[in-house]
């Protein structure tokens, strides 16, 4: 580089540096992708959260229907009930299973468990495949 080359150089850095305009739109670029990064995390995490809580209520409420049946093994009416609570078109992929754990005939329960709900992050960046989501609920049977 010539001696022209630096001064000239240093007149338009001096000349940019003064302006504040440039100096906010270059800010303001570098700062924006980290920006919306995390507030597509926010929404991310807030979409994850609000579906984790409707399969809970789903499994809940399967298995809440299980516990107050009078006849055990009616595991298909369940599956169908909590697909039905679910709602939407995931509920078909989702691997609903409902069993009845070894206890005392006084303390038997019913538990429902929901498996691999599928769940596509918006921010491919951070999560670059589906999260599959579990839920389970166990309820006491009231008919001993």
Known sequence: ?????????????????GETRAAAMLEFALVLPILLLIIFGIIDFGRAFYLYNNLTNAAREGARAGAVLPIVGSDEQIRTLVRNRINDGAAATADVQVSYPPAPINQRTVRVEINNYPYQPVTPI??????????????????Q
């Open 1 to 17: 580089m010539t001696r022209t080359h630096v001064v000239s150089l240093r007149r338009v850095l001096r000349r940019l540096a």
């Open 126 to 143: 951070v999560f670059n495949r589906t999260v599959n989501l579990r839920a389970t609920a166990e309820f006491r049977h009231e008919f």
